[in-house]
């Protein structure tokens, strides 16, 4: 039973695989080539966001719970 279970799982696996490939394959060149610029907004969007938020701390010890 498990054996069939597991050759079950393999299947739809490289089904799933086959499928992002295919998808990957049509969509890649629209959303890394047409919109190269949206990229880097997105980056700078995001270091401002963690810069803002966190104000460039790597950790913040909790205070002891009394």
């Given at each position: 039973?498990?054996?069939?279970?597991?050759?079950?799982?393999?299947?739809?696996?490289?089904?799933?695989?086959?499928?992002?490939a295919?998808?990957?394959?049509?969509?890649?060149?629209?959303?890394?080539?047409?919109?190269?610029?949206?990229?880097?907004?997105?980056?700078?969007?995001?270091?401002?966001?963690?810069?803002?938020?966190?104000?460039?701390?790597?950790?913040?010890?909790?205070?002891?719970?009394?």
């Amino acid at each position: 039973m498990s054996i069939v279970l597991t050759v079950s799982l393999c299947l739809l696996l490289q089904m799933a695989g086959r499928a992002f490939a295919n998808w990957w394959a049509k969509m890649s060149p629209y959303y890394t080539k047409a919109y190269q610029e949206m990229w880097v907004g997105i980056g700078i969007m995001t270091y401002l966001y963690y810069k803002v938020s966190y104000g460039g701390k790597k950790a913040v010890k909790d205070k002891p719970a009394h």
